[in-house]
């Protein structure tokens, strides 16, 4: 009864510790990163870091560990992590339960702009030089110096390469959550007028987007890209993640 959660969100850790906590007889859990962070807080069991090899090597690996079902609970944007999970399971013929946290909901008083993706973010900023708050991760920065008339403050868990950043990209390394009295103070002090970020949804970093609300800043939002089917929550993942494990009599076939 092996279950594979790939892993690197809040939700993938608080699913993996429910897991553990139940001791199930004869269940074996792997949480799996793919290695990105240097200090990820990892839940209490078998930890794998590293990619697969694409979607071929991970079905193989479901394969050869007798993985049971496959959870894939990777960041909203993780789209080649997720469309790899949903190719994988069907190669291997095993059940996919996908999780992911809401997304954030537009409220009265928000300012956002909304754009498919990082380029089309970057050109939604303009041409009047700006602060721009990047809260978009490590990752995808480069995609900003195409648009190099403003002044850019990358917020991370970890450094970006200095090779991707915009020209003159001052980098400041903090890791959520953050509250929204902490980002009103935030912003002011560091005279931000535009927040960029991405629709990930739940509350560490929601603080930013309550805080641009209230001080009438606007924001540039990614929405999130297509995916699967999904469950919202660590309990629709848990009763999945049952259902799928249950033998015909216990699911009522």
């Not at 990820?40 to 078998?46: A, E, M, S």
Request: proline share 6%; charged share 25%.
């Amino acid at each position: 009864m092996h279950i594979l959660i790939l892993g690197g969100t809040g939700e993938a850790r608080a699913l993996a510790e429910r897991l553990t906590g139940q001791r199930l007889a004869g269940q074996r859990l792997t949480y799996s990163l793919a290695g990105r962070t240097r200090a990820p807080v990892l839940p209490d069991c078998d930890v794998r870091v590293g990619g697969f090899g694409g979607a071929g090597g991970l079905a193989g690996w479901i394969a050869a560990e007798a993985v049971r079902v496959l959870v894939d609970a990777t960041h909203p944007f993780a789209r080649r992590i997720s469309e790899n999970a949903l190719t994988a399971a069907r190669v291997a013929g095993v059940p996919l339960v996908t999780l992911r946290r809401p997304g954030w909901k537009r409220e009265a008083g928000d300012r956002w702009t909304g754009v498919p993706d990082l380029a089309a973010a970057a050109d939604a900023l303009g041409g009047v030089p700006k602060r721009v708050l990047l809260a978009i991760g490590r990752q995808e920065v480069g995609a900003f110096r195409a648009a190099p008339g403003h002044r850019y403050l990358v917020r991370s868990i970890e450094p970006p390469e200095a090779g991707a950043l915009p020209d003159g990209a001052e980098v400041l390394l903090a890791r959520g959550p953050f509250d929204e009295a902490a980002e009103r103070a935030f912003l002011a002090r560091h005279g931000i007028e535009v927040v960029v970020t991405k629709n990930s949804g739940g509350d560490a970093t929601y603080g930013k987007i309550a805080a641009a609300r209230a001080l009438g800043i606007p924001v540039v939002m990614v929405e999130r890209p297509a995916g699967p089917e999904a469950v919202e929550t660590v309990e629709d993942a848990l009763a999945a993640i049952g259902r799928h494990l249950a033998g015909p009599a216990e699911r009522g076939e």
